[in-house]
């Protein structure tokens, strides 16, 4: 702990920036069956240029029967967030041609 302070200490003028880059990249992965209750467990995040700007790791709430599925339950339950960032950034003057999800 003593450390951490010393470091926030010495860092106090360094400042945290976000900038996008020319292409925000959204992604989306998922894991088939990796609970006990046979649920998968998937994870979304968007970065615009210098870093993640949104970061989410959670448990499906369904059951899947396959990997396939699993990752289309999962590109379903994060799609809502990555239009909203899309309109959000439309809507700041970033216009963004295609929306590619990795």
């Known amino acids: 702990?003593?450390?951490?302070?010393?470091?926030?200490?010495?860092?106090?003028?360094?400042?945290?920036?976000?900038?996008?880059?020319?292409?925000?990249?959204?992604?989306?992965?998922?894991?088939?069956?990796?609970?006990?209750?046979?649920?998968?467990?998937?994870?979304?995040?968007?970065?615009?240029g210098k870093g993640a700007t949104y970061i989410v790791s959670t448990k499906q709430k369904s059951n899947t029967k396959s990997t396939t599925e699993a990752e289309i339950v999962a590109i379903d339950d994060s799609i809502a967030q990555i239009l909203w960032t899309r309109h959000f950034l439309s809507s700041q003057g970033i216009y963004i041609h295609t929306t590619t999800i990795y």
């Open 1 to 48: 702990m003593a450390r951490v302070m010393l470091y926030l200490r010495g860092t106090q003028e360094l400042m945290l920036t976000i900038e996008p880059g020319e292409h925000p990249r959204w992604c989306v992965d998922c894991s088939y069956a990796v609970h006990p209750v046979m649920k998968g467990h998937c994870g979304t995040f968007i970065t615009l």
